[in-house]
């Protein structure tokens, strides 16, 4: 099956990867080349999927950090962080952290332990 749209030469892919090495973005790359963003982009994902090296790997993207970061963290830690932050109902906070309520009201429960500990 032939997919529509833009059938790539050699000169092109080469071209399209001499410019992602030198750091330019896909709108930087269609519009030197003349094509659609999307082209540019669906290129660059089927030479990944291939394995072409002349390709780096995808880099991570923000929102991937940050809830690699997120899960790094105890639920303990980001409720206690959220509560100073915003003193949300516990049920407001589950839906923020992304967990029940009883997990948060474990969590809640070994926090207020700590501070009291710590008051001792």
Do not use: Y
Not at 14 to 23: E, S, V, Y
Not at 96 to 117: C, H
């Amino acid at each position: 099956m032939r997919r529509a749209g833009h059938d790539w030469t050699e000169q092109q892919v080469d071209q399209l990867c001499r410019l992602k090495a030198a750091g330019k973005t896909n709108g930087q790359v269609a519009e030197a080349m003349g094509l659609s963003r999307n082209a540019v982009a669906g290129q660059i994902n089927r030479l990944r999927a291939k394995g072409d090296k002349r390709i780096s790997p995808a880099a991570p993207t923000a929102a991937a950090e940050h809830f690699a970061r997120k899960a790094s963290r105890s639920i303990d830690d980001r409720l206690a962080e959220l509560m100073e932050l915003r003193s949300p109902t516990l049920q407001h906070a589950a839906f923020q952290l992304g967990v029940s309520l009883r997990v948060v009201e474990d969590a809640w429960d070994r926090i207020l332990a700590t501070k009291g500990d710590q008051a001792r």
